[in-house]
C-alpha cells in the first residue's frame, strides 16, 4: 500500500453503515479510505495534535471476514494494519511524504469474532529514519480482548502520478452494493479452491505447487496504481489455507509478508508446505503475474510464510 503523510487529516470516522465517500484530495494529499479499505469496512481516524492516545483506525467484522471454508479470519484485517502502522511512521515522521509497505508480520493472537463486531487498532512508531521506519500495533475489541499483533515495515517513495491517483479516487468514490456483502475469497476474485478433507496431513515438499488464482481487478489498487498491499497479504493467507487440506483443524498462527515489487492485474499462486506436525504447520506462499505464461517461470512479486496452529 503507498500511504501520504496528509492521510490521517482527511479522514473521516462515520460508520460503514453510511456508506462514506472520500472527498477529493485536492492532491495534497488522498483519503486513505480507498476501494481496498471500504471493501473491509476500515476506517482511518484523525488524531490532533496533543491528543491523548486513541485508535489510528477500526473495523466492522462481516460477511467480508469469511474464509473460502466460512470461518472469520484475522486476514481481513491486513489492510486496516498496513494503513495504521504506517499512519504511525507518518506521525513520528512527518517530512516522509509517501510511503510503501516493505514487509507486514501479523500475528494472531485469538479466535476471530463474527458479524458486527467493532475492532480497533492501536498502533505506534518504533523507528524512523530517512528511508522510512517500523512500526508496531495491537488489534483490540471493545473489551480490551487482543485478536492480532502486527509489524509493519515502510520505505519512502516518490509520490504518486496524477493517473493513479485519479483511479484510487473513482473506484473509492463506489458505493458498497449488495454484492460486496460476500466473503473474503470472493471479493478478491479467488478460484481454484480445494475442498477440506477431515483427516490426512499435506505433502511435505522441496518445490513450489501450483495454488489458487486471483482475478484480475483495478478496484483494489492503491494509490500508485499497484494492487494493494493488504489485498496481497490476504491473498497470501488465503493461498497458504488452501495448501492444507485438512485445515479444517488448523487456526491461522502467524504471516509474515515481504513486498519484493508492485503488482498488478491476474495473480497466480504457488506453494510448498515446509513443516505437517500435528501441533504446527508451515507454509511457504509466492504471488506471480498470472498474465503472462505459467506461473513456474514468473518472478514473484510477494513471499510470505504463514504458520497454521491445531485448533483447539
Do not use: C
Amino acid at each position: 500500500m503507498t500511504h501520504s503523510t496528509t492521510d490521517a487529516a482527511e479522514a473521516t470516522q462515520r460508520s460503514p453503515a453510511q456508506d462514506p465517500r472520500p472527498a477529493p484530495s485536492g492532491r495534497k494529499g488522498i483519503s486513505p479510505l480507498g476501494r481496498t479499505e471500504r471493501l473491509m469496512r476500515a476506517r482511518i481516524h484523525g488524531v490532533e495534535s496533543g491528543a491523548a492516545p486513541a485508535p489510528a483506525g477500526s473495523l466492522t467484522t462481516g460477511p467480508w471476514s469469511y474464509d473460502a471454508d466460512g470461518r472469520p479470519t484475522a486476514l481481513s484485517a491486513a489492510v486496516l494494519l498496513d494503513n495504521t502502522l504506517a499512519k504511525a511512521v507518518h506521525a513520528a515522521a512527518p517530512d516522509l511524504d509517501w510511503l510503501v509497505t516493505t514487509e507486514l508480520q501479523l500475528n494472531v493472537t485469538g479466535p476471530y469474532p463474527a458479524d458486527g463486531a467493532e475492532l480497533e487498532a492501536w498502533t505506534q512508531a518504533s523507528t524512523v529514519d530517512a528511508r522510512g521506519g517500523v512500526a508496531r500495533g495491537t488489534l483490540l475489541g471493545a473489551d480490551g480482548t487482543e485478536y492480532a499483533h502486527a509489524t509493519g515495515w515502510f520505505h519512502a517513495v516518490e509520490k504518486n502520478s496524477e493517473q493513479a491517483l485519479e483511479h484510487y479516487e473513482r473506484q473509492a468514490a463506489l458505493p458498497l452494493g449488495p454484492e460486496t456483502e460476500a466473503p473474503l475469497p470472493t471479493l478478491l476474485g479467488l478460484h481454484g479452491a480445494s475442498p477440506r478433507r477431515d483427516g490426512g496431513r499435506p505433502t511435505v515438499t522441496e518445490n513450489f505447487l501450483p495454488g489458487v488464482a486471483f482475478t484480475a481487478d483495478d478496484s483494489l489498487r492503491n494509490p500508485h496504481g499497484a494492487t494493494h498491499g493488504g489485498a496481497l497479504s490476504m491473498m497470501a493467507g488465503l493461498a497458504a489455507q488452501q495448501a492444507i487440506p485438512d485445515r479444517a483443524g488448523y487456526d491461522l498462527q502467524s504471516l509474515q509478508v515481504r513486498f519484493l515489487r508492485p503488482a498488478s492485474g491476474a495473480i497466480a499462486t504457488r506453494t510448498r508446505v515446509r513443516h505437517a506436525g500435528r501441533a504446527l504447520r508451515i507454509v511457504e506462499v509466492e504471488l506471480l503475474s498470472g498474465d503472462h505464461g505459467p506461473a513456474a517461470v514468473s518472478k514473484p512479486f510477494v513471499q510470505a510464510t504463514a504458520a497454521f496452529r491445531a485448533a483447539p
